[in-house]
């Protein structure tokens, strides 16, 4: 077993993890096999995939990737996470509703753990800053009805630090859920509402045995620990509106007393609150209408190396084309492109993100996260794509970073229908805006614009 057989592997494996088609089964390899390459090619791919962009340069993390004499071995650390299509693969295994692969990853990460004692296994269950909705691995899991899975995590873990997985539970939070219907058809209905811990969410899917886990020893959760949700309803009021009565009894007095009558209020006022921060929700954040640019965020040597990561992935995968229904691109996910999205994405947290927090005065308990980070290309050619008509992209923020230089083409850049301008930005600076503001992409008249485009929202800091 030499260097470049490990590396070989790890790149067959990286990209069989980014393809749904092929993902379940990579990880089956990599927490089942027996092959001797099996351990030194999960730590490289964890070493790949959690890049530190303030210690490595691009030129020397693309070079360790194509030339593994070249690698430095890393230590595991606590934030160290294994990606699946960029979701932790805890989370990807449990948001497919498979159990099974759950379970086996799972216990492989407690494996690593046992071997490398800093992995921190709290956080690869609970992080939720990686999902759209906000949701955890073990939310998922709740919503997914894996008693299993959910009991054996929660046992381990209170094992582990029952005060720090006590803490988090109360703190990590989903988000909003929206059902994808017209607008004309959106209705409370729609809406499935956020702030739920586990307790909450376990409560209103009526599993009873994740309820005691959570509330007996050795975690012993109060419902008072855990308040309200986004609706302002405790665990027995969504147990009760839910029409959870076992989950009911367990809970206290007053929530057991909850009558008929007292339901439909509850869904009368559950109804009205969500319907109302749904409204909210779709006005862009007066602090965030105004856009804005950051210079300079990447320079034009490290522009023309992600180029060229970029060349060399949609020389093997192609561009997509039908990844976004009401408004698509010619685009690439990040995560398409291996040897460069660790980087990208903790160059972009470190450069863009401290900027975007002093700028728009992000409160510092709040956290930007990635919803999607990908490519796109506009060509002034034949059938391809040039323009982007006005949408909104339903994100908190959205940014993009121009790749190529400016001169390579001619129209392009983005406008903004409520002032009536088109932004042109440079290579490697930032132009970032409210993605509830409508917007377009300017029709390229001549050449290509190729940029990177990232849609971002806030989910509550977690201390890990």
């Known amino acids: 077993m030499t260097t470049d057989d490990v590396a070989a592997r790890a790149r067959t494996l990286l990209d069989e993890l980014n393809d749904f088609a092929t993902a379940s089964a990579a990880l089956q390899w990599l927490f089942e096999s027996t092959d001797a390459l099996r351990q030194p090619v999960l730590l490289q791919i964890l070493r790949w995939q959690n890049t530190d962009a303030t210690k490595e340069t691009l030129e020397t993390v693309t070079t360790a990737f194509s030339d593994p004499a070249t690698d430095t071995e890393r230590q595991v650390t606590s934030d160290m996470v294994l990606l699946v299509m960029g979701k932790p693969a805890l989370l990807f295994a449990t948001s497919i509703y498979d159990e099974d692969l759950a379970l086996l990853v799972w216990r492989g990460l407690v494996a690593i753990q046992q071997q490398h004692p800093d992995f921190n296994l709290l956080r690869q269950a609970m992080e939720n800053d990686r999902d759209g909705h906000g949701l955890s691995a073990l939310h998922y ?245 040039a323009a982007l008509p006005l949408h909104c992209d339903g994100s908190v923020l959205s940014f993009n970073i121009l790749l190529n230089p400016s001169d390579e083409f001619q129209g392009g850049g983005t406008y903004f229908e409520e002032s009536d301008s088109t932004i042109h930005i440079e290579q490697g600076d930032a132009v970032v805006h409210s993605g509830k503001v409508r917007h377009a992409g300017a029709t390229v008249t001549q050449g290509r614009r190729l940029i990177l485009v990232g849609f971002l929202g806030l989910v509550d800091r977690i201390e890990w």
């Open 141 to 385: 899991a709740i919503e997914a009805q894996m008693p299993e899975f959910v009991v054996e995590v929660c046992t381990w873990l209170a094992e582990q630090d029952v005060d720090a997985l006590r803490r988090t539970i109360q703190s990590v939070r989903t988000q909003d859920v929206v059902l994808p219907v017209s607008k004309t058809q959106m209705s409370a209905n729609s809406i499935a509402s956020g702030g739920c811990t586990l307790l909450h969410l376990a409560a209103k899917k009526g599993e009873t045995g994740i309820v005691k886990v959570l509330m007996d020893a050795p975690i012993r959760l109060r419902e008072e620990d855990v308040g309200v949700d986004w609706d302002g309803l405790t665990v027995s009021e969504l147990a009760a509106l839910h029409k959870q009565h076992e989950i009911t009894k367990l809970l206290s007095s007053t929530s057991s007393s909850i009558k008929e009558i007292d339901i439909d209020a509850l869904q009368a006022r559950r109804d009205e609150t969500a319907t109302k921060r749904y409204a909210q929700s779709m006005i862009a954040d007066e602090a965030f209408t105004t856009p804005a640019i950051f210079r300079s965020i990447w320079s034009a040597q490290e522009c023309t190396q992600v180029l060229a990561s970029l060349e060399e992935a949609t020389a093997t995968r192609g561009w997509s084309k039908q990844r976004h229904t009401s408004y698509p691109t010619t685009d690439l996910p990040c995560y398409h492109a291996p040897a460069i999205d660790s980087w990208v994405r903790s160059c972009v947290r470190d450069r863009l993100f401290s900027q975007v927090y002093q700028h728009f005065a992000i409160p510092s308990n709040q956290v930007l996260t990635f919803r999607e980070l990908f490519f796109v290309k506009y060509e002034a050619r034949g059938d391809e794509q």
